[in-house]
């Protein structure tokens, strides 16, 4: 073997291993897009294009990166959740960040045209930045999902009223500002019935409670399965055969990747999907 005089250079390259047996959540985030919003004139508080152009790249990642179990999306964010055992790139940190960042920017870029039909990109263009942090338990990764979901809940009630009282209510941005200064989410309801007519709870689930992305399978009844302790009790990746892992990999390819409008911080969506937690994929529920 002819090692050069350069070679030393390798030394330089650190390990960035993330520790192993944890969630993984990649969280992307758009660069600047309280900008890039204005530039391309999205309505204001929610376009329904720019949320569904985000869905549909995070659709497509999870179609890509077979290890993701899970994805929540809102505003210009998205969180993949890395099943606990899975050894993808060797959990290294920025394989896995920059895998996520450019798949997911290139499906943006790529299926931009088909959300905003009469609106080209333009330069500069749309980009994400992204870090991956380790969950150790089941209830920390349900925290951390939990805490995105209310974020997103409490953002929209505040941006809805706010837009409101400017848009149906004449009022400037700083005027709304100050009406909703110090108020509660009672008061928010209260505002958008009695001025505008608006219940909250008619608003559109995507926007309520944004988009969680999962592979479909066939539901299971609660209470017949105890996914999270066993998932807490895992310590490294379940030693199968190489057909069943095989099996599971088809299953996994031919599972309908969708995306949902659900509540995440209760029990029911993970006690129904077990395989979220998991890993194992579920029944593949028949055409019908
Ligand atoms: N009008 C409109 N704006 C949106 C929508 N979704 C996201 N945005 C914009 O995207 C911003 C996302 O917030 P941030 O990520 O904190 O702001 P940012 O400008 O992207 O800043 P950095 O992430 O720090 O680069 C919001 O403040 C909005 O301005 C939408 O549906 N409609
Ligand atoms: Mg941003």
Known sequence: MANSKFEYVKQFEQPDNLLPNTWIVVRIDGRGFTKFANKYAFEKPNDK???????AAARAVMG?????TVAYGVSDEYSFVFHKTCSLFERRASKLVSTIVSTFTAYYVHYWSTYFTDTP???PLPSFDGRAVCYPTVQNLRDYMSWRQVDCHINNLYNTTHWALIQLGGMDGTEAEMTLKGTYAADKNEILFSKFSINYNNEPEMYKKGS???????LVEPGTHNTSI??????EPVQQSKTQTENDRKRRAKARIVVE????IKDDFWNRRPWLLSNKPGRVPKEP
């Open 261 to 264: 409008h659900l509540d995440i």
């Open 121 to 123: 990109l333009s330069a």
């Open 49 to 55: 294009r720019a949320l569904e152009l985000m869905n």
């Open 230 to 235: 066993d998932a807490d009790h895992l310590a």
């Open 212 to 218: 969680v992305v999962f592979r479909d399978y066939e």
């Open 64 to 68: 890509e990166v077979q290890d993701i």
